[in-house]
């Protein structure tokens, strides 16, 4: 019997975030650089959960399969997304 094995492929990217923003937008600057503009204030993690969608929204997939690596309480932070 033939077991077909998924195979998962995580990618992290790098994130700048401005809370407080008039709107929420997620772009890539022509160096590279991921900036996220977040409606939310940085409060009770409200600011993270928006980025979530927005990073889910943009590469198509559901917000289950992002996370916050690191940078939970600061500006700059690295989110893991795990393709499949």
Do not use: Y
């Not at 992290?12 to 937008?25: H, L, Q, T, W, Y």
């Not at 969608?53 to 916050?68: E, H």
């Amino acid at each position: 019997m033939d077991h077909e094995r998924r195979v998962t492929r995580p990618i992290i990217i790098e994130v700048k975030v401005k809370p407080n923003a008039r709107g929420s937008m997620l772009e890539q600057s022509a160096d590279g650089q991921w900036v996220a503009q977040i409606k939310a204030p940085p409060v009770d993690g409200r600011a993270n959960e928006e980025l979530i969608g927005l990073v889910a929204r943009r590469f198509g997939c559901p917000k289950s399969v992002v996370s916050i690596k690191t940078g939970a309480s600061g500006r700059v932070k690295l989110v893991r997304i795990v393709l499949g």
